[in-house]
Nanobody, 126 residues
């Protein structure tokens, strides 16, 4: 019912910043809780951040808390992830995901989400 497309990845030096975007089409974006995950080579997909359907509630992994901020613009059907103070260990493919008919913040793994984007590569050099 919804298609997600990530953008904004790239190569950045340690300590730098990137802003990722995720744009949705084909559904009512306002009614979906959203999340960010990442996956490095040889590792399982890891939770990064999530946001409620109103944008008023957020939840972050301990590894990114204080450095990353997620937000959403429902009028533009777009989810954002602002990444500051990037570290080499942040290097991964970043995915956005959506869970339908969800009121609050989603706290949990990939199995809780219904739709996924294709991912965008983030590489942080030392």
């Amino acid at each position: 019912q919804v298609q997600l497309v990530e953008s904004g990845g790239g190569l950045v030096q340690a300590g730098g910043s990137l802003r990722l975007s995720c744009t949705a089409s084909g559904g009512a974006f306002r009614m979906y809780a959203l999340g960010w995950f990442r996956q490095a080579p040889g590792k399982e997909r890891e939770f990064v951040a999530s946001i409620s359907w109103s944008g008023g509630g957020t939840y972050y992994a301990n590894s990114v808390k204080g450095r990353f901020t997620t937000s959403r613009d429902n009028a533009e059907n777009t989810l954002y992830l602002q990444m500051n103070s990037l570290k080499p260990e942040d290097t991964a493919v970043y995915y956005c995901a959506a869970r339908r008919d969800t009121i609050g913040v989603v706290v949990g793994g990939p199995e809780l989400y219904d739709y996924w984007g294709q991912g965008t590569q983030v590489t942080v050099s030392s």
